[in-house]
């Protein structure tokens, strides 16, 4: 694997991309609560933003055919984490690096709690970065995903798309300028959706009459009266 290959998510307009992506989300991501949070992330170095209303992270570095960071497991075999265990999950231009992305992405929905939020960024493939960015990943295997295929897996999975957004300049640019980060062609897109939570049926509860057993002290014919 060449220099090149291994640092396009540590390379100039990789950063800005990553810095305008973010950006974009933080008005929603900022109303975002809960107990815990998971960073999957391709680029090296990623932290996650600091949420007032989110008390703890996991942060994970996808890389090939590893995953490393607070945990180290497999991108081909489930997370060591239990089921709902996330109120919200960020996925960096991870599916891109990941050997199978519906798996992982199922996966990802399997982690995150009912009601929580799955924030996802990517290159978009139809746009001016996607030559540059399959040029720096010669030989690497690599996915680039668009915002309609993965916004219907996820609807799929029951999750509700709430935003779609191109964002980023329109070519690769070492500048960074996080303030002008939307482009209607911009060379990545932000994409955030929300688990429905579970439905429970409410069953009310009817009364019928059952006949008094022998013995007790009601009248005789009388009948008592139960829920059920």
Same mark, same amino acid.
Request: charged share 20%; glycine share 10%.
């Given at each position: ?35 815990? =949070? ?7 170095? !990623? ?8 008390? &703890?992270? %996991?942060? +994970? ?25 996330? !109120? ?6 991870? *599916? ?7 798996? $992982? ?8 709690? /009912? ?12 746009? =001016?970065?996607?030559?540059? #960015? &399959?040029?720096?990943? &010669?030989?690497?295997?690599?996915? *680039?995903? %668009?915002?309609?295929?993965? =916004?219907? #897996? *996820?609807?799929?999975? !029951?999750? +509700? ?6 964002? =980023?300049?329109? #070519?690769?640019?070492? @500048?960074?300028?996080? &303030?002008?980060?939307?482009?209607? $062609? ?14 429970? @049926? /409410? ?12 013995? %007790? ?12």
């Amino acid at each position: 694997m060449s220099k090149r290959d291994h640092d396009i998510y540590a390379s100039a307009p990789m950063r800005g991309l990553l810095a305008e992506e973010m950006a974009a989300l933080m008005p929603m991501l900022q109303r975002c609560a809960g107990t815990r =949070g998971l960073l999957v992330s391709a680029a090296p170095d !990623d932290a996650p933003p600091a949420l007032p209303l989110l008390g &703890h992270w %996991t942060r +994970l570095r996808l890389s090939g055919e590893r995953l490393g960071g607070d945990v180290r497991a497999s991108p081909r075999e489930p997370m060591p984490f239990i089921d709902d265990a996330f !109120d919200l999950v960020l996925l960096r231009h991870a *599916l891109e690096m990941a050997p199978l992305p519906p798996a $992982l992405l199922g996966d990802i929905i399997r982690c995150l709690a /009912p009601g929580g939020v799955l924030a996802l960024t990517g290159v978009h493939p139809f746009g =001016g970065w996607s030559p540059w #960015w &399959h040029w720096r990943m &010669h030989g690497i295997e690599a996915h *680039l995903n %668009t915002p309609l295929q993965l =916004g219907g #897996w *996820l609807r799929r999975a !029951d999750l +509700l798309v709430e935003r779609v957004q191109r964002v =980023g300049r329109l #070519w690769p640019s070492p @500048q960074v300028d996080a &303030h002008a980060n939307v482009h209607p $062609l911009g060379g990545g897109y932000v994409l955030v959706a929300r688990k429905r939570r579970s439905m429970s @049926q /409410p069953i009310r509860l009817r009364q019928h009459s059952v006949p008094a057993r022998a013995g %007790t002290s009601l009248a005789s014919g009388a009948r008592r009266s139960s829920a059920a």
